[in-house]
């Protein structure tokens, strides 16, 4: 399939896959995204498997060939409303065939059911537990969307608990900033096909319910990113997101840590997501994968 064909495809998925938000119940929205990322089977004889971490459910992903003593912790975007972790099992797939390690997909509580900071409570024991299994040297963390803004709040509860960190952190357009301030909401409001500022009002109002989203865990941008492990942050130019990205690389790196942001042109939202019909998808995954095992020593 030709790059703007597939291009256009996705983006047909992100605006006519869902029902219509004004009328659709929650249940309805979050069956709606797991049947449109369920549409890219697994390879025949990959089986994710059932587990608990930290307390948490968990499937764990093992392309042919990947190792199981070595794991990446995948925590799925949604806006910590939508999103599960057999709906992200194909992504846990295609990280898990690039990095060579297994991925585990916590499936964190969500809101509104469960308001903040249970999803980022949920991360932290994961992690917290994986760590105790496989050492810290051998666990990677990441997250796309929500995800990764659970990702990088539960990184620095992790530091300021004094607790061991992971040998390094994966975001992929991550959802740093609940108050929408950084100015590619506003240049690319209306362009952007999967998140908007009225998108992020709508989540932030069920996530934290009134809480303040300038809390450094509802919003890492706002908090002190300093002590974190290596960090690679993949974002499309284009994408309401972007600046959280910008914001979050920058102030790990004026803090002494390692961080970059690779730029991938006029991609949507969590392209890697749609790997299986997108080259950019393809590519950004291999650049995950790539920069995990040379993490790992590998």
């Known amino acids: 399939m030709a790059r703007t064909e597939a291009l256009a495809r996705v983006e047909d998925m992100y605006v006519n896959g869902f029902p219509d938000a004004a009328t659709a119940t929650v249940d309805d929205l979050r069956a709606a995204y797991d049947a449109l990322l369920l549409q890219f089977e697994l390879p025949d004889g990959v089986e994710p498997a059932e587990g608990v971490a930290g307390g948490i459910p968990v499937l764990s992903v093992t392309a042919a060939g990947a190792t199981g003593d070595k794991v990446l912790i995948w925590f799925h975007g949604g806006g910590y ?13 295609a990280l898990s065939a690039a990095s060579g390690v297994t991925v585990v997909l ?12 249970a999803a980022v409570d949920d991360g932290v024991a994961a992690i917290e537990d994986l760590i105790s299994t496989y ?28 607790a061991p960190l992971p040998a ?9 900033d609940f108050t929408a301030s950084g100015a590619s909401v506003d240049l690319y409001d209306g362009k952007d096909v999967a998140v908007s500022r009225g998108s992020i009002a709508n989540l932030r109002e069920a996530y934290l319910q009134g809480h303040d989203p300038q809390d450094p865990i509802a919003s890492p ?8 492990p290596p960090s690679l942050f993949l974002v499309g130019s284009t994408e309401v997101l972007l600046d959280d990205s910008l914001r979050a690389a920058t102030a790990i790196s004026a803090s002494g840590g390692a961080a970059h942001v690779s730029l991938y042109e006029d991609m949507v939202h969590v392209w890697p997501l749609f790997s299986s019909i997108l080259p950019e998808g393809i590519e950004a995954v291999g650049e995950i994968g790539a920069y995990l095992k040379q993490a790992f020593g590998g």
Not at 169 to 176: D, E, M, T
Not at 221 to 228: I, N
């Open 81 to 93: 409303v939508l999103g599960s972790a057999r709906g992200f099992q194909e992504l846990g797939h």
């Open 106 to 117: 916590p499936d964190y509580r969500r809101a509104p059911e469960n308001k903040f900071p």
């Open 135 to 162: 050492g810290a040297g051998n666990v990677a963390v990441g997250g796309d969307s929500a995800g990764g803004g659970l990702t990088l709040a539960a990184l620095t509860v992790l530091r300021d608990k004094g």
């Open 168 to 176: 390094a952190a994966v975001f992929i357009s991550p959802l740093l």
């Open 221 to 228: 941008v706002f908090g002190d990113l300093g002590g974190l």
